[in-house]
């Protein structure tokens, strides 16, 4: 198993004119402590019970491109990119232009698309059927990879369409930059992911959820045709770790609860079994969410104690 940083909150820096600082030193911290993933929201407001709804955040493709200049080896992504937050050919464009800066470490986290309050906000259309934003979801995949695979692309779709698109350059990456879609919808948000993506991204604590999905992203994939051991399972939760049940409490009382994210909060043991049971369900990267910049026991005993049993 591999492990990875994402980055969901900036309130570790009250100054919003340093928060770019916070990232940038924990993806250089991550990078430098065997850490294989740094992700960053993509979004333009605050999500609920993650932080305040008017903590500063800054805009996530800004600050990937920022951090490919400043990293050499981490893979960078977004977690997750809404497909109605920008336009499929620009966001390809955004994409490519990323890839190149960090001379081919990018993955395109995307997905369907939930808080409804950001879109009204930003003046964004909300489809109410989660049905309808997962197949824009899909067909949005669809243009990018032609986008950064063909010469010129002419696409009409239901919801998308360019005409005799140039992207240039290319992406660093061949054939092409590889997708995350993320979410566990079994009817069509996995069966997109059979079709069209390199990785899957789960959210469940408990194990019976991602053993249970996997499973059925599984038998999409036979019905397909698709192998299912090219996909990369991931499995993003927030993290609070301590040696005793004591550290863990103290912990869990100054960092506050978890919110919509699930999380995991215990000692270095009950850790190492669960990440176990991740690792015998098939999740081959765990990624460690607001991992904070003033949380050193979480931080030091995931390096020292936790990671080498799966190295």
């Known amino acids: ?35 294989v993933w740094f992700s960053v929201m993509d979004h333009m407001i605050q999500i ?4 305040a709804p008017d903590e500063p955040l800054l805009e996530g493709w800004t600050v990937l491109a920022a951090l490919a200049a400043v990293t050499t080896r981490i893979r960078l992504a977004t977690l997750v990119t809404a497909v109605s937050y ?32 950001e879109y009204r906000q930003y003046g964004w259309d909300f489809p109410p059927r989660p049905a309808t934003r997962i197949r824009q979801m899909e067909e949005a995949v669809e243009l990018i990879l032609e986008m950064w695979t063909k010469p010129r692309t002419t696409f009409h779709g239901r919801y998308f369409r360019v005409e005799d ?7 660093v990456q061949k054939p092409r930059p590889p997708v995350m879609i993320a979410g566990g919808g079994e009817q069509l948000t996995l069966r997109a992911v059979a079709r069209l993506a390199d990785a899957c ?11 249970h999905k996997l499973a059925v992203l599984r038998w999409h994939c036979e019905a397909l045709g698709r192998d299912y051991d090219t996909i990369e399972k991931t499995h993003v939760q927030r993290w609070i ?13 100054r960092l506050g609860a978890f919110g919509p994210l699930s999380g995991f909060s215990g000692t270095v043991s ?26 050193v ?14 190295a």
């Open 1 to 35: 198993m591999k492990f990875g940083i994402h980055h969901s909150s900036w309130l570790d820096n009250p100054d919003p004119a340093e928060i770019f600082e916070t990232a940038k030193a924990k993806a250089q911290w991550a990078e430098e402590h065997g850490f």
């Open 270 to 295: 009950e850790a190492i079994d669960l990440l176990g049971q991740y690792q015998d369900a098939g999740i081959d990267l765990l990624i460690v969410s607001n991992l904070r910049n003033d949380d």
């Open 241 to 253: 770790l301590g040696r005793t049940d004591a550290a863990v409490a103290a912990q869990r009382e």
């Open 86 to 117: 920008r336009n499929p050919a620009h966001l390809a464009k955004i994409a490519a232009s990323v890839d190149l800066i960090s001379r081919g470490r990018l993955t395109l986290g995307i997905g369907a698309g939930f808080f409804e309050d």
């Open 297 to 310: 026991e979480s931080r030091e005993l995931l390096v020292s104690d936790v990671m080498p049993c799966f």
């Open 48 to 51: 609920p019970n993650v932080g």
């Open 201 to 211: 991204n789960l959210t469940r604590t408990d194990i019976a959820e991602p053993r």
């Open 165 to 171: 698109a140039i992207l240039e350059p290319k992406p």
